[in-house]
């Protein structure tokens, strides 16, 4: 098992290669669309993706137009890390180390994977699953899914979601994969390189991504990396690492332990229409508990 911390990718240093092909239907803004095309550099040609019906299968095209220079199955809703691990084991009978990928939304992760994706890591499935979490059922119309954060207006969530946001790379952890990472859409660069190690480790590997989505956020297309950043440099969005069991903050999250203070968690909301009904007791409530949060990290980690 590799563990190894590699030299930063850097812009310059990304591979030149596309394996993405320019032109495609993603929204303008979409930062799933950077993730994707990034993502595809650090997995380099020998991959297979699994994915369901999401907005990447907006974004891949399909057969027999694709973006994308790896094939691509796509699967139903609930089989996605069924479906990986069985192309996993095929090309593993021809003997062959092609890296499976699944890559899923927050809803067909969280909600209607689940019970796939918890069976999957359970097996030990030699498998990267990336989430890409846009906190709603976008691709339908933005309808609420459980990573949808609480108070959130989705169009069927008309006064706010009452619900709180689902922890889902808690919930991978507690199985204790291989690998489990966090990142943001706003940090490409760290995507790719948590990518690249996963590919580097043997077992389940799962990385969920915080991705803004433009339409579905009530942000302004040009806005969309900004509010990634503020979610992270506000201390609310958490970007780590989970390896054999071991938790450490990662990135740029890593950064700001040393910061004493942190730009108010109101900014990030602020910057969203689809936050348009939380109060000031709610923003407060959720101020202090990113405080709580970042002063056990300090004590834990300073
Ligand atoms: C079994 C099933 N139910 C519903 C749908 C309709 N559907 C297609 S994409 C989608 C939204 C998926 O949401 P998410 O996984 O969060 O990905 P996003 O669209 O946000 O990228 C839905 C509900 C479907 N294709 N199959
Ligand atoms: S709806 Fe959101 S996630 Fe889907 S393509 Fe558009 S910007 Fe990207
Ligand atoms: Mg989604």
């Excluded at 974004?59 to 691509?72: A, D, F, H, T």
Aim: net charge positive; proline share 5%; hydrophobic share 40%.
């Amino acid at each position: 098992m590799s563990t190894t911390a590699a030299k930063k990718t850097t812009a310059v240093s990304l591979d030149a290669e596309e394996y993405a092909h320019p032109g495609n239907r993603a929204c303008t803004g979409c930062t799933l669309n950077t993730l994707y095309r990034v993502g595809l550099k650090a997995l380099g040609r020998d991959c297979i993706f699994a994915v369901p019906p999401s907005c990447l299968t907006v974004v891949q095209g399909l057969y027999p137009i694709s973006s994308s220079q790896m094939p691509i199955l796509n699967v139903t809703f609930a089989s996605t890390a069924a479906a990986a691990s069985g192309i996993r084991a095929a090309m593993k009978r021809r003997g062959k180390k092609t890296q499976v990928v699944a890559w899923a939304g927050d809803g067909g992760t969280a909600d209607i994977g689940l019970q796939a994706l918890s069976a999957a890591i359970e097996r030990g499935e030699d498998l990267i699953y990336i989430c890409y979490d846009n906190e709603a059922y976008m691709n339908t119309g933005v309808q609420r899914s459980g990573t949808t954060p609480k108070g959130t207006l989705t169009n069927n969530t008309l006064s706010g979601k009452a619900e709180a946001k689902k922890d889902v790379p808690a919930i991978v952890a507690a199985h204790r994969p291989a690998y489990v990472a966090t990142c943001s859409a706003a940090f490409p660069l760290d995507f790719h390189d948590k990518l690249l190690k996963a590919k580097g480790i043997t077992g389940f590997k799962y990385i969920h991504i915080h991705t803004p989505c433009p339409p579905g956020w009530g942000v302004e297309d040009r806005l969309a990396i900004a509010v990634g950043k503020a979610a992270v440099e506000s201390g609310l969005y958490d970007l780590y690492e989970i390896e054999n069991g071991r938790f450490r903050l990662s990135g740029p999250s890593q950064k700001l332990l040393r910061k004493k203070k942190l730009p108010p968690v109101s900014d990030y909301f602020a910057m969203q229409g689809r936050f348009k009904a939380l109060d000031d007791a709610y923003l407060q409530a959720v101020q202090q508990e990113v405080d709580d949060k970042w002063a056990g990290y300090r004590e834990r980690f300073l």
